[in-house]
């Protein structure tokens, strides 16, 4: 990189980290200063930070190459995001607010007993730890790619950072400083997008690449499933997205604390009901824009020399390392397949000529179109058995649509640009970790460790525990990050984890609030049986597997999680709760016994 780009990389991510710390001052002060930067955030500063803590470092990463390889099917899941926020803001956020209280669990308690608020945070603690590391695990990609640097390395290195200002400023640090990221990662993504459409060919312009797209079927963002077996096993159906997105946003926005701590900072109910209507109709542009660079790139690498898979260089060092003793005859499958690649994506550059030409006349559209995705297809088939050539050889199980997006920049963007770039990923990673950080020792503190003790714990012990919590969920998010890169397409997997456990979370919250006869127990136990129903279904259900176009898909696939948990609970709450009270009733009717 030049000299200009890593001053971008240091300097916009320092000034970001000074102006947060800065605002993080006061929160010495008081618990409520820490935890909830006072009460006393305005609508704008909330919505960024909600935007930023679910809009991370993997959304720009791993969803561009989610459009590179689907196109923009991804977006199904958020079409749901504005009705959930409807719903949020109607009821939610009034009952949070008016609480007062510094945890989403806290409210069970009130509604329950101390055993449901437990219960609720643990399963927060266990969810958001899961899915921690994945925030620092895509600035890592970025690292190992541009300089070369051990992925390890920059795990360390932003973890270090982002726990350090979170430590210091509390809630306040994470608000402010996610107002700056969000804007500097926004820029990145019109960035990246305007230089995929101008690094085209000079005749090929932006109508045409949308044609191009529209012909690879890029640009399908609806899909119905054609049948009953296809709704539950399908990611990316309109229905599983509905209804399955629906849910997973209830949940999310409603139940888990990295996000309820975003606007319990308000300082009215009006100003954190528009802190999240801003995000609901933002989030949805900001999301097809990413996808649609994707697949802008997708264009940008039909017309210019791509590799065989995108961590290709990765497998060709393997090869040629003579201390690795490598097989010969792998070297010599992967020459063939480069071989047959250059074949293939020189047909479909082609037959994306050929389409553009041919678009005056529909009948010779058609046919090109079809031509057209056979050459595409050719060109996957390849790339997969790429994939599977590098597996085999390194055992490295990293999904290699992560690595497309910091390919193009690296290659593409020009001086200045690219540090910019950069920086807009490693601020985006931060944000969303510093969130995370501060809503994990939230919780941590005041649902349990200050719930442990009979007598009022002193504000200042609560606050060295904080801080205390903040570094150990700071290391236990770096020590994850090593591992999540082999679970798959980590935007899948962070959204995989968290529809284990959102559905049941929302769904007791739910319970209270539509069933008065549900007291006591009745909460956790409702809870833990809505949370075994989806591990039902992940563990037994799904380890039978179907074939669907010819793969092997699961029964029942991750999104449909929240609603069989928030379902769950209600139906078993509910139950509980009436049986109960018929019971209360008979024994109440029953003439007592009589000893003779």
């Known amino acids: 990189m030049h000299v200009l780009d890593w001053c971008l990389v240091v300097l916009i991510p320092a000034l970001v980290i000074f102006d947060g710390v800065r605002h993080g001052k006061g929160a010495q002060n008081s618990l409520e200063d820490y935890f909830l930067a006072g009460r006393r955030v305005r609508w704008w500063a909330m919505g960024m930070s909600v935007m930023a803590t679910q809009a991370s470092a993997i959304t720009m990463i791993s969803i561009a190459g989610h459009g590179y390889e689907h196109g923009l099917r991804w977006l199904h899941i958020y079409l749901a995001l504005p009705f959930a926020m409807v719903l949020l803001c109607a009821t939610v956020v009034p009952w949070f607010l008016r609480a007062r209280v510094f945890t989403a669990y806290e409210y069970l308690e009130r509604r329950f007993d101390g055993t449901a608020r437990t219960l609720a945070s643990i399963l927060f603690l266990v969810s958001r730890g899961l899915a921690v590391g994945t925030s620092l695990y895509a600035p890592s990609v970025v690292l190992s790619v541009v300089v070369g640097l051990p992925q390890w390395i920059g795990i360390l290195l932003m973890g270090g950072l982002s726990s350090a200002y979170t430590v210091w400023g509390g809630n306040a640090a994470v608000i402010f400083t996610d107002v700056k990221q969000m804007a500097v990662m926004i820029v990145g993504i019109l960035v990246s997008l305007f230089i995929a459409v101008q690094s085209l060919p000079a005749d090929v312009g932006f ?47 409603g139940a888990d604390q990295s996000q309820v701590q975003r606007y319990l900072a ?87 000529v050929a389409f553009l030409k041919a678009r005056d006349s529909e009948e010779e559209s058609s046919e090109a179109a079809r031509r057209l995705r056979e050459s595409g297809a050719r060109v996957a088939e390849v790339k997969g058995q790429g994939i599977e050539l590098y597996r085999r050889t390194t055992g490295d199980r990293k999904d290699d649509g992560d690595f497309i997006f910091p390919f193009f920049f690296v290659n593409e963007l020009p001086v200045g640009l690219l540090g910019l770039v950069i920086a807009a990923i490693f601020v985006a990673a931060m944000s969303s970790l510093d969130a995370q950080l501060n809503s994990l020792a939230t919780s941590s503190v005041m649902d349990l460790y200050v719930r442990a003790f009979r007598q009022p714990v002193p504000p200042a012990r609560v606050l060295r525990m904080s801080r205390f919590a903040t570094v150990f969920w ?14 798959g397409p980590i935007i899948e997997v962070v ?11 929302f769904g007791v919250f739910l319970l209270g609030w539509l069933c008065p006869r549900a007291r006591g127990s009745l909460g956790w136990i409702s809870l833990l049986c809505g949370f075994l129903c989806v591990m039902y279904v992940h563990f037994v259900v799904n380890a039978k597997e179907v074939i669907i176009d010819g793969r092997k898909c699961v029964r029942v696939e991750f999104l449909w999680y929240n609603l069989i948990g928030c379902l769950g609970v209600l139906l078993i709450g509910f139950a509980l709760a009436y049986a109960k009270d018929g019971l209360r009733l008979w024994r109440a009717r029953s003439p007592s016994r009589r000893e003779p």
């Open 495 to 505: 959204n995989k984890i968290g529809s284990m456990f959102y559905g049941s979370l």
């Open 207 to 253: 109508g045409d690449a949308m044609a191009l797209a529209g012909a690879f079927r890029k640009l399908e963002a609806i899909h119905i499933a054609p049948n009953a077996e296809q709704v539950f096993a399908d990611k990316y159906n309109l229905l599983s997205a509905l209804l399955g997105g629906f849910f997973l946003f209830l949940g999310y926005f």
């Open 266 to 352: 308000g300082s009215s109910v009006n100003q954190s009901r528009i802190s999240l209507m801003v995000s609901a109709f933002a989030k949805v542009p900001m999301q097809f824009l990413i996808l649609l660079l994707g697949t802008m790139i997708y264009v940008h690498y039909t017309f210019a020399p791509a590799p065989v898979f995108f961590r290709e260089d990765a497998l060709a060092q393997r090869l040629s390392d003579a201390a690795a003793a490598p097989d010969p005859a792998l070297a010599q499958e992967y020459s063939r397949l480069k071989d047959r690649h250059a074949l293939a994506s020189q047909e479909r550059r082609d037959a994306a």
């Open 474 to 487: 700071g290391a236990f998010a770096t020590a994850s990050a090593f591992f999540v890169g082999n679970l």
